[in-house]
């Protein structure tokens, strides 16, 4: 493990997961940096997809209503920790938890463009890094990073996962905001244009258009 991290300082600090605008954050986080450290190995990815869920009044959200469970739990904490969950019995989703503590957002990360250790990511996912499909989409993502049940609850401010922010900006016209995929049991708030990924970006899961 790292001891000292001086040497990332692009950090995102604390402060920043405590924002309560979640529609905010998961458009923000478009362009930052990923990183996961695991047996001394780094890895990392630019974030090109993400969707954002809005707590206790998001049908979409486990937190809907404010249900609290042994899985949802983690939803509650303070902003800055990781929530992941194992979706159909194969994937491991990751999200970042957002906003102040007993207010349940999060932001999924369905996306990211290989960065840093793609030689790692190409072993964890057995193709190469020229494949779209290496890391589009959400469990694709985690997989490439390593990021499996022992990863939630962690502290985005450790060694073991953080994000960075390498100073990459989209622009509005570059951005793209649809409604968030496989959420239709949430009703009218299946509509909801809060899925964000980058236009013409390769990594972005499908569909990738608008």
């Not at 194969?90 to 996306?111: K, T, W």
């Not at 990211?112 to 250790?117: K, T």
Request: aromatic content about 10%; some cysteine.
């Amino acid at each position: 493990m790292i001891e000292n991290l001086e040497k990332y300082p692009h950090k995102l600090p604390f402060s920043y997961y405590l924002n309560s605008d979640v529609i905010f954050l998961a458009k923000d986080l478009l362009g930052k940096l990923l990183y996961t450290q695991i047996g001394g190995k780094i890895t990392s990815g630019i974030i090109v997809e993400t969707e954002a869920y809005f707590g206790v009044q998001d049908k979409a959200s486990h937190a809907y209503g404010g249900r609290r469970t042994n899985r949802t739990e983690t939803l509650y904490t303070s902003g800055g920790v990781s929530y992941v969950y194992l979706c159909y019995g194969i994937h491991h989703l990751f999200n970042i938890v957002s906003s102040v503590e007993g207010e349940p957002h999060a932001v999924l990360i369905r996306a990211i463009e290989p960065a840093e250790g793609k030689e790692i990511m190409e072993e964890r996912r057995n193709m190469p890094v020229s494949k779209a499909a290496i890391s589009a989409g959400p469990g694709s993502a985690a997989k490439a990073l390593g990021i499996d049940a022992s990863f939630n609850k962690k502290d985005l401010n450790g060694s073991e996962i953080w994000i960075e922010d390498h100073g990459i900006r989209y622009s509005e016209k570059e951005i793209a905001a649809t409604p968030r995929i496989g959420v239709a049991y949430a009703q009218e708030d299946a509509l909801l244009p809060w899925r964000f990924f980058v236009k013409g970006n390769k990594y972005v899961s499908k569909p990738n258009k608008i």
